[in-house]
């Protein structure tokens, strides 16, 4: 399975910028079976769900789904969505035939207030394509361990995000963190550039379950990148090196 990670720098609230800058990144590679996109990739990360939401049948999923649908590839971003009156950090995963599964970010940044205006996620999903089991992450997520914690359950986590570079070697740790513990590829992606928040400069990569990197965008640069993973060596590794059959149990609440 190929994966493209688009490392792009969105314009804050300038949705028709954002997207078009992501069309100029796609046609610059060779094709992918998964393109991933960074938190709120199509306004910016905002702590005001009002002046940034879409419902899923809004302007931002319907690229999603015609990209999907153009590239035979699924396409995967968060936004803020709005639902039934109630606001969400929703990661959203199109496959090519238009169809959408989603996820719910869990752990709502109190420091940035996001808290405060966003609805938590309550249930853990995992996504199946091509073959592959993909648990879907959002930024301060990673921070959560339990939450992510594999019981054989997920090949491929991804990771989007708008991570500042104030706490860039956490991030970068942390990755390698969730890789190795939970024996599975992980993909990830942020941001680059500056707004009312912080500044941020990328790291997005793939990492190996051993914890290498397969592929990593360079510091500061809007760029999109491709590496291949490969399920059967994560079984193979399993297989000789049983971390996840050893693991305490405990129960997290999961969609089926």
């Known amino acids: 399975m190929i994966i493209s990670l688009l490392q792009s720098n969105p314009l804050s609230l300038n949705r028709d910028r954002n997207l078009n800058d992501l069309d100029t990144l796609i046609n610059s590679g060779n094709g992918a079976d998964i393109y991933i996109l960074p938190e709120m990739f199509n306004t910016g990360f905002c702590t005001d769900p009002k002046l940034a939401f879409e419902t899923v049948e809004g302007k931002t999923v319907t690229w999603m789904r015609d990209r999907a649908n153009r590239y035979n590839a699924a396409f995967a971003g968060s936004l803020a969505v709005k639902e039934n009156g109630s606001y969400f950090n929703r990661f959203c995963f199109v496959f090519p035939d238009g169809k959408l599964e989603s996820y719910d970010k869990r752990h709502l940044f109190s420091y940035s207030g996001e808290d405060k205006h966003y609805t938590k996620g309550e249930i853990r999903k995992v996504i199946e394509f091509r073959d592959m089991r993909i648990l879907p992450q959002i930024c301060y997520d990673l921070r959560f361990p339990v939450f992510s914690r594999n019981y054989d359950s997920y090949?491929?986590?991804?990771?989007?995000?708008?991570?500042?570079?104030?706490?860039?070697?956490?991030?970068?740790?942390l990755l390698r963190a969730r890789a190795i513990e939970n024996q599975c590829y992980i993909a990830a992606v942020n941001r680059v550039g500056k707004d009312l928040y912080g500044e941020y400069s990328g790291g997005s990569c793939l990492i190996d379950p051993y914890g290498n990197d397969l592929a990593h965008c360079r510091d500061n640069k809007v760029e999109m990148i491709s590496a291949s993973i490969d399920k059967e060596a994560i079984y193979s590794f399993r297989l000789k090196f049983p971390v996840l059959s050893d693991a305490d149990q405990y129960t997290i609440k999961q969609d089926k």
Request: charged content about 25%; overall charge negative.
């Open 155 to 173: 090949d491929l986590a991804i990771y989007v995000g708008s991570w500042p570079l104030s706490r860039r070697e956490v991030w970068d740790i």
